[in-house]
């Protein structure tokens, strides 16, 4: 096996698509696909972009909900794809073809369900919802440029409760999840998979140019 050299302006391996629900200023919901989201205990580790309304609200709040949308959900997330919460779209997504929109549940055509624990609320078309709350938040990049410094956080979430729907529950346990019957949307350098071969169907978000991405401190590699 050959390897070679390459310097990947995105690091997208693959990971769960997390739809991220908080609360506006003025107390309506916004709603983030994200998709840097992992898990340890009852933590989840989210990476946001700093200029996004949903880390705004959140470090605002304190509180979110992680909505876990399945494969079934292509077109609600590309719906949702290229958009922001904040009225005044930043420079850098103005660059890569983002719109402000107010009401995002519904133009995903989603439908916004009361939580328990916190304020925003979940998205009930998502076979998973886990109410949250801020623990710590971490700047990435501390030793790079300036410019970049508070430009990605990794935010600390504490889970409060998880909330699925019956189909998903193992047989014979009250707390397990059949992972043969969990079938999440896994997004992988922009486009979106599920547990199965082959791309589920286009993805807006892919259709931004990867070299956009591109720090000025990772040059490319040249072929
Ligand atoms: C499938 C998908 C995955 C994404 N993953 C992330 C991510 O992990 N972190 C992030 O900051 N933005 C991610 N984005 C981009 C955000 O959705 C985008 O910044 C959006 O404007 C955030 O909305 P807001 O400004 O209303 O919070 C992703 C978008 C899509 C469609």
Redesign the pocket.
């Known amino acids: 096996m050959t390897h070679s050299l390459i310097s990947p302006a995105i690091f997208y391996w693959g990971t769960p698509?997390v739809l991220v629900t908080t609360t506006n200023k003025d107390g309506t919901p916004?709603i983030?696909?994200?998709?840097?989201?992992w898990w340890l205990g009852n933590r989840c580790i989210l990476?946001?972009?700093g200029n996004?309304?949903?880390?705004m609200n959140l470090l605002r709040t304190k509180q979110c909900v992680l909505n876990l949308p399945d494969h079934t959900m292509v077109s609600n997330?590309n719906a949702?794809?290229r958009?922001?919460?904040?009225e005044d779209v930043p420079e850098s997504?103005i660059n890569r073809g983002?719109r402000y929109e107010k009401d995002k549940f519904k133009i995903a055509a989603l439908t916004p369900q009361s939580s328990i624990m916190v304020t925003p609320p979940r998205v009930r078309e998502c076979p998973v919802q886990m109410e949250a709350e801020l623990v710590e938040m971490h700047q990435l990049m501390k030793d790079g440029p300036s410019e970049l410094k508070g430009a990605l956080l990794a935010i600390e979430v504490k889970i409060l409760q998880t909330h699925i729907i019956d189909v998903l529950r193992m047989n014979g346990h009250a707390n397990r999840v059949d992972p043969d019957k969990w079938k999440p949307m896994i997004?992988s350098f922009q486009r979106?998979y599920g547990l199965r071969d082959g791309e589920l169907a286009n993805s807006t978000?892919a259709e931004i140019d990867e070299e956009s991405y591109r720090l000025l401190s990772c040059p490319k590699e040249e072929s």
């Open positions: 698509v916004n983030s696909p994200i998709s840097s989201a990476g946001l972009a996004s309304q949903t880390t997330v949702l794809a958009t922001t919460g904040t997504k983002y997004m979106l978000l």
